[in-house]
């Protein structure tokens, strides 16, 4: 079992960056692909990226690409969520998501069993 906590969170301006990070609570931190999901007011849960347990596969939805990168220390169990050009869309809680598994990395909520409490990133126009 593992727990996450997402910090880095905040309010903002259009064109900003921000970076967010989750700390696992494991002794097997390799062991896990790690994601980020967000989820505005009113809509479903969806995507941002994915790192797999291994390091060395990582996933975008296309909104993020090129704007957002996705990193790991497995030195201090985090994973990070480096974030720019930030647009009004980007307003959302964000989630730290867990799986067992090295190599893959979904884009499926559904495939995640561990989250946690989520951090909210709002970006002003």
């Known amino acids: 079992q593992v727990q996450l906590v997402e910090s880095g969170g905040g309010l903002v301006q259009t064109g900003d960056s921000l970076r967010l990070s989750c700390a696992a609570s494991t002794r097997t931190f390799n062991s896990y692909t790690l994601a980020w999901f967000r989820q505005a007011p009113g809509k479903e849960r969806e995507f941002v990226a994915a790192?797999?347990?291994?390091?060395?596969?990582?996933a975008y939805t296309d909104s993020a690409k090129g704007r957002f990168t996705l990193s790991k220390d497995s030195a201090k169990n985090t994973m990070s969520l480096q974030m720019g050009s930030l647009k009004p869309e980007d307003t959302a809680v964000y989630y730290c998501a867990a799986r067992e598994g090295t190599s893959r990395v979904p884009a499926s909520a559904r495939e995640y069993i561990y989250w946690g409490q989520g951090t909210q990133v709002t970006v002003s126009s």
């Open positions: 790192i797999s347990g291994s390091g060395r596969r990582t």
